[in-house]
């Protein structure tokens, strides 16, 4: 029925404006109108209004090829962007030093970043062999049960040992203290 509707409007419509006015009211939408709108039938009726159909024709082609690339960033977007490697769930490190700071995170697929509180922990080199020498530990719990003993077990070079039991917010931790052993590890 939408194919009969459109062919009687390419034989009467006397305007662009009528033409795409009507084109849009039956299919409904800018992506069905692209794809009638490479069709020869309408690029003909489309060149028979002059500058103005073959300015309509290029806009609908480079919409069409607009919409091509967005699709294809779109879909390409998770490779681009992988999620982030989660921390074990066990920790022992000596601690360097620490500071508070915030940090921006973007929670979900939201575009707009949020600043929230951060400790971070520089650790020696040999403790966290791999990726950067510190620990950002963002959990508010987490945060208050560490800041005082931070001062404590670095003055000592003792070891912390951080289990978390459970993920996300409602986790829990324990927390050991452990003297440093005559070889260091």
Same mark, same amino acid.
């Given at each position: 029925?939408?194919?009969?509707?459109?062919?009687?409007?390419?034989? +009467?419509?006397?305007?662009?404006? *009528?033409? @795409?006015?009507?084109?849009? &009211?039956?299919?409904? %939408?800018? &992506?069905a109108l692209?794809?009638? !709108? #490479?069709? *020869?039938?309408?690029?003909?009726?489309?060149a028979?209004?002059?500058?103005?159909?073959?300015?309509? %024709?290029?806009?609908?082609?480079?919409?069409?090829?607009?919409?091509?690339?967005? &699709?294809?960033?779109?879909s390409?977007?998770?490779?681009?962007?992988?999620?982030?490697? /989660?921390?074990?769930?066990? =920790?022992?490190?000596?601690?360097?030093? =620490?500071?508070?700071?915030?940090?921006?995170?973007?929670?979900?697929? +939201?575009? &707009?970043?949020?600043?929230?509180?951060?400790? +971070?922990? =520089?650790? $020696?080199?040999?403790?966290?062999?791999?990726?950067?020498?510190? =620990?950002? @530990?963002?959990?508010? /719990?987490?945060? !208050?049960?560490?800041? $005082?003993?931070?001062?404590?077990? !670095? !003055?000592?070079?003792?070891?912390?040992?951080?289990?978390?039991?459970?993920?996300?917010?409602? %986790?829990?931790?324990?927390?050991?203290? *452990?003297a440093?052993?005559? #070889?260091?590890?």
């Open positions: 029925m939408v194919l009969q509707d459109i062919a009687a409007l390419l034989g +009467r419509a006397t305007s662009i404006d *009528e033409l @795409v006015g009507g084109l849009l &009211e039956r299919v409904g %939408s800018t &992506e692209t794809r009638l !709108a #490479t069709g *020869e039938e309408l690029q003909a009726k489309l028979s209004f002059g500058d103005v159909g073959q300015l309509v %024709s290029s806009l609908v082609r480079e919409n069409a090829r607009l919409s091509d690339q967005l &699709e294809e960033l779109t390409s977007f998770q490779t681009f962007r992988p999620m982030k490697g /989660r921390s074990p769930a066990d =920790w022992r490190f000596r601690v360097v030093r =620490w500071d508070l700071h915030t940090m921006p995170i973007r929670p979900g697929d +939201r575009v &707009e970043e949020q600043l929230i509180p951060a400790l +971070r922990i =520089w650790v $020696p080199l040999e403790d966290k062999p791999d990726g950067t020498p510190y =620990w950002d @530990v963002t959990g508010s /719990r987490i945060i !208050a049960l560490l800041t $005082p003993l931070l001062p404590k077990v !670095a !003055a000592a070079g003792a070891f912390l040992h951080i289990v978390q039991h459970g993920a996300g917010p409602g %986790s829990s931790y324990t927390v050991t203290v *452990e440093p052993s005559p #070889t260091g590890q």
